[in-house]
Structures are given as C-alpha cells and as structure tokens.
C-alpha cells in the first residue's frame, strides 16, 4: 500500500486548506484511513479518520473546523481543514488502518501545513 499526501503550504490565520492523500496497492486490506499531524515539539496525534463504511472519528480539537472525507471512485482521502490556527502548523500525515491487525501499518511522507500571517 501506497500513500501520497498533497495539498501542504502556507496559508493565513483563519484561512482553509484541503489535503489530499491518493491511495494505490493492496488496498482490500484497508479497513480505515485517517489524518494524523506532527507539530513541532509535540507527539503524533490522530485528527481524523473514515471507515471503508464511512464511520467518522474526529478528535475533539478538530471537530467542526476539520472534516474528513473520501473519493472511492478516485481512491483519495480529503481533510478540508478551515479556521486555520497559528497552532495547527504541522507536518500531516495520511494513514491506513490494516483490517487484519487494526493498526495503522501504511504511511504517506507528510504534507507542511504552516499557519501564519
């Protein structure tokens, strides 16, 4: 399994970007995929992830300003994320969940978000 993140750059407080993550391989073993981030100095978090039944998880931080989504027919996973903050820059990441192990076994290279006027 392949993931490719895009959509990355440099956008203004208050602003809107949208990620994308283009998926390619084996995926019938995928059973979700979600957006995880990096921020400078601070550990992985999970923002957001779909079920292949299109179940959304938000963590509390992101709900109502981020929301998730997926192109089956396309094979891309969204994160439209909007009222940017200063502190949402980070590296995101796209992820996706084995079906088999219930683990987030496949990982794109990360997309910069950074937020700043």
């Known amino acids: 399994v392949q993931l490719v993140e895009s959509g990355g750059g440099l956008v203004q407080p208050g602003g809107s970007l949208r990620l994308s993550c283009t998926i390619s391989?084996?995926?019938?073993?995928?059973?979700?995929m979600g957006w995880y981030r990096r921020a400078p100095g601070k550990e992985r978090e999970l923002v957001a992830a779909?079920?292949?039944?299109?179940?959304?998880y938000y963590a509390d931080s992101f709900s109502g300003r981020f929301t998730i989504s997926r192109d089956n027919a396309k094979n891309t996973l969204y994160l439209q994320m909007n009222s940017l903050k200063p502190e949402d820059t980070a590296m995101y990441y796209c992820a996706a969940r084995r079906g088999a192990t219930m683990k987030y076994e496949f990982w794109g290279q990360g997309t910069q978000v950074t937020v700043s006027s």
């Open positions: 779909i079920s292949i039944t299109d179940i959304t």
């Open positions: 391989g084996s995926i019938f073993s995928i059973d979700a």
